[in-house]
């Protein structure tokens, strides 16, 4: 069965501290991997989409890279405002959906 | 903006009471899809679109039915709804529903059963 697992579950950081968080998947023919940003009572809001092993985008103090058999959201110096649940999600080739992980709750503390 | 919106963001029923969830896309989407949320769960897909063919969860309740009538609008009924059905409901849409299309969000409607 296709799965996304996320650790940890909850993460605090003081301001500046970096640190990366953890999407394992077991998704039968991976064709995307999807990290999202939710802030409470919101939906999700899309970051980035991988597609092959070895792939990293950016984006301001956010990297998502992937291997074979996961990703990882590095973020670097973060600030407050970075406090959200990252959501990962992966896409395989068996029909339209994609699976979800629970997410991490970020906390950063100023 | 090209967007996904959802309305009401808010909505209170009481129990067993029919309620009707609105979403409207200006992407141009083929695809859109219903989620139910609950507190630091993951979104729990209930069923989705792609064009006019349904497609079905196989553990989504029959209480839960949905309707497309064009691209742009989504409907999500809830016939009988009960306490366990409060949470939070996400449309989203995307171009072609494979696993390498990126779904694109609304900002949910959160649901309140009394």
């Known amino acids: 069965e296709d799965q996304v697992t996320q650790s940890p579950e909850a993460l605090r950081l003081q301001e500046g501290e970096s640190s990366s968080l953890n999407c394992s998947y077991t998704v039968s023919g991976l064709r995307g991997l999807f990290w999202y940003r939710q802030d409470p009572g919101k939906g999700p809001e899309f970051l980035f989409t991988l597609y092959s092993a070895g792939e990293e985008k950016e984006k301001e103090r956010l990297k998502a890279t992937l291997t074979k058999k996961e990703s990882f959201l590095h973020i670097t110096a973060p600030k407050p405002e970075d406090s959200a649940t990252y959501l990962c999600?992966?896409?395989?080739?068996?029909?339209?959906?994609?699976?979800f992980g629970k997410g991490t709750r970020l906390h950063i503390l100023p | 903006d090209a967007m996904v919106i959802q309305n009401p963001r808010y909505q209170v029923t009481q129990f067993g009471k029919p309620v009707t969830l609105s979403c409207s896309q200006t992407?141009?989407?083929?695809?859109m899809y219903w989620y139910q949320q609950k507190s630091s769960q993951a979104p729990k897909l209930l069923f989705h679109y792609y064009d006019k063919d349904f497609n079905n969860e196989a553990d989504t309740p029959d209480n839960f039915q949905s309707r497309r009538p064009n691209t742009s609008f989504c409907f999500l009924d809830i016939r009988s709804p009960g306490l366990g059905d409060a949470a939070m409901y996400l449309c989203?849409?995307?171009?072609?529903?494979?696993?390498?299309?990126?779904?694109?969000f609304g900002p949910g409607t959160r649901l309140t059963v009394l």
């Open positions: 989203a849409t995307s171009t072609g529903g494979a696993g390498t299309d990126t779904q694109y």
């Open positions: 999600a992966g896409g395989g080739n068996r029909d339209d959906k994609i699976i």
């Open positions: 992407l141009n989407h083929n695809v």
